[in-house]
Each structure stands twice: as structure tokens, then as C-alpha cells.
């Protein structure tokens, strides 16, 4: 049978969104030889006997548990109280990342769909993760590494794969003066906190601003893994000030596929280290422990919001010339991150944070901006009146005192046992159990707000405005930033793209709830195909801005063509060399993950020789 003939039939089939990408990647790929590596599936002669499962299960002290699909319990129909209980609860990040069989994103259209593994390891401790990383590698399993299960690409999830689970291991300590193992005499005692690779930000939060006064660099969505994000590179609301998540990280315990728990820091395995710092999640080995740098935390946080409405083309370009004159004045700088999105309905949202500001300071720098907007009602229409205001920093992320205060902006686990600081952003909630349609990012350079590029740079966010909404995302570039944030950013894989990005361009379309045969959510892969589309294009018109801008590994694209230099840059070849150092043998696998090229889409197959 020709390709032709067997894209015919199987376009008749419903499997055929899932395979599409498998097979036209595979197109590209050189076939796998007689000889290649194959990992073992569930099913197949070599996977492991009940007695080896067995032996594993008393190796980790009883925590491996086969994973249930909860989306199971809607197959074929979405009645049912089973099916109606799952549902609603997927409207709930703490729920999802409870469950070792979902993740937080259920698939994106014609890439992936959640898949359940058919073991996990629930792991407590790095003894735990060493079992079950020797497990694999001796029976050839494919290895799943899952923590706040944030991962757009899906890479936290595999069928046939045995998962190392972190959920559990969430232990949080602070230090007043620590130095990094083997770094005695070397590095200055600094404030830090060690957090479990399974903790989600926002008990880091908690810990460490709420209880204790101080700060961390970690991430905006309050439900995503430390280990994770950290691994990304990771952006926070007030990185522009703090700077990346990874530069904070000042040591990791981190289990590598011979087994070994090793020490990664400035001093021991530095290479390693570095490579852990923005590298990509599940590529270097499995991290069990972080140990973070803690900052100051300035009196006020704060933020503008509004939206601003303009009733004409024409007016719409003369309202972005405004705010980017502003931007570059007066906000471009450490005060001032998160973002501005530039909607077809020719309305400009401001969603921004400010760090270190008073309110009179904060509402000082909006005022001509907003007075230039108001003096022209037939023109512009502020769609409610604008909020800027600046709150104690250190109650930023303390639901009862957001409460107390009437600021309604987190959502609550409302299930029986949940903290009282088990919460998320009212804004991110969307995000909630999403399927994604596409998603795009670019690093858009400073220089584009230069006098003579802000016409460019205008018109083509204008242009690209035709086709979908362009979020900017100013805390995730660091253009603007303090010196020692961007030196710090520059010592870590992130592609050097971000060290003077005045935003992070991002451009997504997704649906709520959708997963495939399950009657009333199936994805819409019509409305995919064609809002995938679009957002392409918005995204071309940017690229022209920017061609070599580059993409934030976390937060791009699945199919994104030359990943390698699109996420780390020149950053790659000595991340190659990490990963041949540690991983000789390719055991963790991720899409488009470091060393993913010498294996079949989905991680399964070595299709070329591993590099060494
Ligand atoms: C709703 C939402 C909001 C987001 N907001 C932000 C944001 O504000 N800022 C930002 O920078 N990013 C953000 N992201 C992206 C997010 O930071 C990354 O996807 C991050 O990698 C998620 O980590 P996780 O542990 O939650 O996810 P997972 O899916 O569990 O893991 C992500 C990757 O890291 C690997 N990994 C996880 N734990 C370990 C470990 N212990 N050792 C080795 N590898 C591991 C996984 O194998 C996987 O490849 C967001 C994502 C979503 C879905």
C-alpha cells in the first residue's frame, strides 16, 4: 500500500487526529534499522512478570499503584453520575493533579491526548525514584517523570510507560544561611528554601512570602510544579525584577538513569547543574529535591487592569503608538511585568503587575495615559473603570486575606481537606483542564521599541491582530531587567533571546473540556483546524518582526520546526553534551526534549545512533 492509500483509510478512522502527527513526523525521520532499540510495551512477550512488578513495589515501600484513567469512566457517553463527577471536577487544578492518570491540559488538537500510564511510582524520596529509574532501564520501559503535570506538550504522560510520580514528595524548609554541598568557602551562606520536586508554587508562596516574609522566583499559575517550571526556565509575574525561575536555583538532588542520586550545584556537577536550569523537564535525569534562592520582598505589589475599547482602525493604531511610547518610558523596567493583549475587536487589555510601587507612584504613571484616553469619549471606551492599586506584598498570595479584603481573584479547591491557600487565579482558570487547538510564543527583541521601530512594531502587532489575539507577556523577557538578572539568566540553557526581549509574544486557541469518544466534549477539530490556522498566521506577522526570536521551551508550539534553536539557542550543542554525559542510553524522553531526535515520536523506537 502506498502513503497515499494508507492516509486514505485511515482519514476514515477516528484514531487518525492522534496518528496524523506520528506520521508525518515519522515522514521525516529515517526508518528505524533491523537491529534499533525498542522499549518494551504493556502486552508484549519482554514486559515485566507480576513478580518483577512485585519486587518493585516492595522496593519503593509499597507506593507502586497501577494508574487509573479517570476520563474512563465517560467512555462512549458523558451521563452518568461517574461521568458527570469527573466532568465537573475537571474545572480543578488541585483535582487533576491529584490524579497520576490526567493532566492539566488534555491534549491538543491533531498532537496528543492524555494518556494514562499503566504503573506509578507514588515516590516519597530519592530512593524511590532511584527503584523505579533502574526499573526501566533494566526492562527497557518507557519512563514517564510527572510532577504539578503543567505540561503543554504533554510530556508528563505516555501510554505503556511506568510514571515516577512526585505529588508526595512536597516538603518545604527554609534556611537562614545556606551554602550548597561542596561549595564551602567558595559561595557566600545565602537565604533559601528546599522544596520536594512534587510542591506546586503556591505552598511555596505560602512558606516563603506568606509565612515568612520573603521571596521566591517561581511561576504565575499558582497550580504548576516547582521541579518542572524550574527545569523550563520559568517565569513568574515579577520576573522582570527577580528575574528567571532557574537562575534562583542554587542546588538539586536529582536521580540519574544509572541509578545514582547525585548533588548538582554551582561546585558539584556543574555541568549537570547548569543544564537542569532551563534545559527541559525530564530530559537530564529526575529531580527529587530543589533548593531555591530567597529573596527581598518589597512593601507593595500591585496592578492596572483595564480594557480600552478604540472605534476605529485608524484610532486603534494611534491607541498602541500610545501605549508603546508609555511602555517604553515609564514601564519598561524591573517595576513592571505581565500583559497587554491586542484583541481583533480593535480593545486593548492591560493585565499588568507592578513591584515595588506605592499607589500613588503606580496610578502616577497611568494617569496621562489614562487622561489621553478619557479626553476622547466619541474615540475610546474604557469598558469599566480602571483599576490601579498596589496591595502589601506579602499578602499577594494569601487567599484569606484576598478574601477579607474582597479582591475576589482566586478560585478554591472546594473539596473536603483542601487548605485554605489551595487556590488558583481567577484568570488561569480557563486554562483548567483545556484543550489545546495551537500555541505559539516569540521572544520580541527591545530594540523594536526604539523611536524608529515603533511604527514597525505597531503595524505589525496590528496586523497580526487581524488574525487572532497577541498576548505580550513583558515579565517573560527580561529587556528592562536589573543587571544581576540578567547575568544570572545568562549562566543558565534558557535561549539567550530572553536577556533582552522586552515581552514574550504569545498566541493560543484552545476549547474547554474536550477529550476524544466522549460524547458532547469530543474535540472540535474543525474550529482546531481553522483557529490553528489563524494563529499561524498572527504569528507570521510577528516572526518579521523578530526571525530569529525564538520560543520559551514551556509555552510554544508542539510542532514548533527547529525546537533545538528556537528553545536554547546556541545554548544546545553543550546540552547534547549533557545529556550524553548523564543519559548515554536516551532513558528519559520527551517531544522535543534534548537528544529526541535518536528516537521515534513517541519515545519508543531508537532511530538513530546516540550521539557521545
Ligand atoms: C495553566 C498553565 C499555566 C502556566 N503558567 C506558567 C507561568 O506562569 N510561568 C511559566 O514559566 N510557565 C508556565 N506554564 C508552563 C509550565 O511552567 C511548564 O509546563 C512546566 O514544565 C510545568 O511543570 P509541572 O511540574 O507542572 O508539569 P509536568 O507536566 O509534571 O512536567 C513538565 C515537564 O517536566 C518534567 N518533570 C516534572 N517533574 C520533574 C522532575 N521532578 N524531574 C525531572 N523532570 C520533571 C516532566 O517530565 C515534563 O517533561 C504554565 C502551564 C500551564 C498549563
Redesign the pocket.
Known amino acids: 500500500m502506498d502513503r497515499r492509500t494508507l492516509l486514505k483509510r485511515l482519514a476514515a478512522m477516528p484514531l487518525l487526529p492522534t496518528l496524523w502527527p506520528y506520521l508525518s513526523f515519522a515522514a521525516h525521520k529515517a526508518p528505524p534499522t533491523k537491529s534499533a532499540f525498542r522499549r518494551v510495551r504493556f502486552g508484549d512477550p519482554d514486559w515485566p512478570s507480576a513478580a518483577s512488578w512485585d519486587k518493585l513495589k516492595q522496593q519503593v515501600g509499597g507506593n507502586l499503584i497501577p494508574v487509573q484513567f479517570p476520563l474512563a469512566a465517560c467512555e462512549g457517553t458523558s451521563e452518568g453520575a461517574a461521568c458527570e463527577d469527573v466532568l465537573k471536577n475537571l474545572d480543578n487544578?488541585f483535582y487533576i493533579g491529584d490524579q497520576p492518570g490526567l493532566?492539566?491540559?488534555l491534549g491538543w488538537a491533531n498532537a496528543w491526548t492524555t494518556k494514562p500510564s499503566v504503573y506509578a511510582v507514588a515516590a516519597r524520596n530519592a530512593g524511590d525514584i532511584a527503584a523505579a529509574v533502574n526499573f526501566a532501564r533494566e526492562n527497557r520501559l518507557r519512563l514517564?517523570?510527572?510532577?504539578?503535570?503543567?505540561?503543554?506538550q504533554g510530556?508528563?504522560n505516555a501510554p505503556d510507560s511506568l510514571l515516577?510520580w512526585?505529588r508526595h514528595m512536597n516538603d518545604i524548609t527554609m534556611h537562614d544561611a545556606l551554602v550548597a554541598q561542596g561549595c564551602e568557602g567558595k559561595q557566600r551562606p545565602q537565604s533559601a528554601v528546599t522544596l520536594g520536586?512534587?510542591a506546586?508554587w503556591v505552598h511555596a508562596y505560602d512558606a516563603v512570602t506568606t509565612k515568612g516574609g520573603h521571596y521566591v522566583q517561581g511561576?504565575?499559575?499558582t497550580?504548576?510544579?516547582?521541579?518542572?517550571?524550574i527545569?523550563?526556565?520559568?517565569?513568574?509575574?515579577f520576573s522582570k525584577h527577580y528575574g528567571l525561575?532557574a537562575a534562583g536555583l542554587l542546588e538539586a538532588e536529582?536521580v540519574t538513569a544509572d541509578g545514582k542520586i547525585r548533588i548538582a550545584n554551582a561546585c558539584t556537577n556543574p555541568d549537570l547543574f547548569w543544564a537542569l536550569k532551563g534545559g527541559?523537564?525530564?530530559?537530564?535525569?529526575?529531580?527529587?529535591k530543589v533548593t531555591l534562592r530567597v529573596r527581598e520582598l518589597p512593601e507593595f505589589f500591585g496592578g492596572a487592569i483595564f480594557t480600552i475599547k478604540a472605534a476605529t482602525d485608524d484610532a486603534f493604531r494611534r491607541l498602541l503608538h500610545k501605549f508603546f511610547s508609555l511602555y517604553r518610558t515609564s514601564l519598561f523596567n524591573d517595576h513592571w511585568g505581565e500583559q497587554a493583549h491586542i484583541n481583533i475587536d480593535n480593545s486593548l487589555t492591560i493585565s499588568m503587575v507592578s513591584c515595588g510601587l506605592d499607589d500613588e507612584q503606580a496610578k502616577k504613571i497611568w494617569q496621562p495615559f489614562l487622561g489621553w484616553v478619557t479626553s476622547s469619549p466619541g474615540v475610546y471606551t474604557l469598558k469599566a473603570p480602571p483599576i490601579v492599586a498596589t496591595l502589601p506584598a506579602r499578602s499577594w498570595w494569601d487567599a484569606v486575606w484576598m478574601q477579607q479584603h474582597h479582591y475576589p481573584v482566586f478560585v478554591a479547591d472546594s473539596r473536603p481537606g483542601a487548605g485554605p491557600n489551595d487556590v488558583w487565579w481567577t484568570g488561569?482558570a480557563g486554562?483548567?483542564g483545556q484543550f489545546l487547538y495551537a500555541y505559539e510564543s516569540l521572544w520580541l527583541p527591545a530594540s523594536l521599541l526604539e523611536d524608529d521601530s515603533q511604527d514597525r512594531l505597531v503595524n505589525a502587532l496590528f496586523t497580526a491582530s487581524r488574525h487572532w489575539e497577541v498576548e505580550l507577556h513583558f515579565n517573560?523577557g527580561l529587556g528592562g531587567a536589573p543587571a544581576d538578572a540578567i547575568a544570572a539568566a545568562r549562566d543558565t540553557a534558557t535561549n539567550p533571546a530572553v536577556l533582552d526581549a522586552f515581552a514574550l509574544a504569545i498566541i493560543a486557541s484552545g476549547e474547554g473540556h474536550a477529550y476524544p469518544g466522549i460524547r458532547g466534549h469530543e474535540p472540535d477539530l474543525i474550529a482546531a483546524g481553522k483557529e490553528a490556522a489563524a494563529v499561524a498566521q498572527s504569528m507570521n506577522e510577528l516572526r518579521k518582526l523578530a526571525p530569529n526570536g525564538g520560543s520559551?521551551v514551556?509555552?510554544s508550539n508542539f510542532f514548533e520546526p527547529s525546537w533545538q534553536q528556537s528553545y536554547w539557542g546556541e545554548n544546545y550543542p553543550k546540552l547534547r553534551a549533557v545529556k550524553a554525559k548523564y543519559d548515554p542510553e536516551g532513558l528519559f524522553f520527551?517531544h522535543n526534549?534534548v537528544g529526541s531526535e535518536e528516537w521515534s515520536p513517541d519515545g519508543f523506537t531508537r532511530i538513530s545512533e546516540p550521539s557521545r
Open positions: 487544578p493532566t492539566q491540559t514517564v517523570v510527572k510532577g504539578g503535570g503543567h505540561s503543554y510530556t508528563s515516577i512526585t520536586a512534587g506546586i511561576g504565575g499559575c497550580t504548576v510544579g516547582v521541579a518542572g517550571l527545569q523550563s526556565g520559568g517565569f513568574g509575574s525561575a536529582v527541559g523537564g525530564g530530559c537530564f535525569g529526575v529531580v527529587s488561569d486554562q483548567v517573560k520559551y514551556s509555552e520527551v526534549g
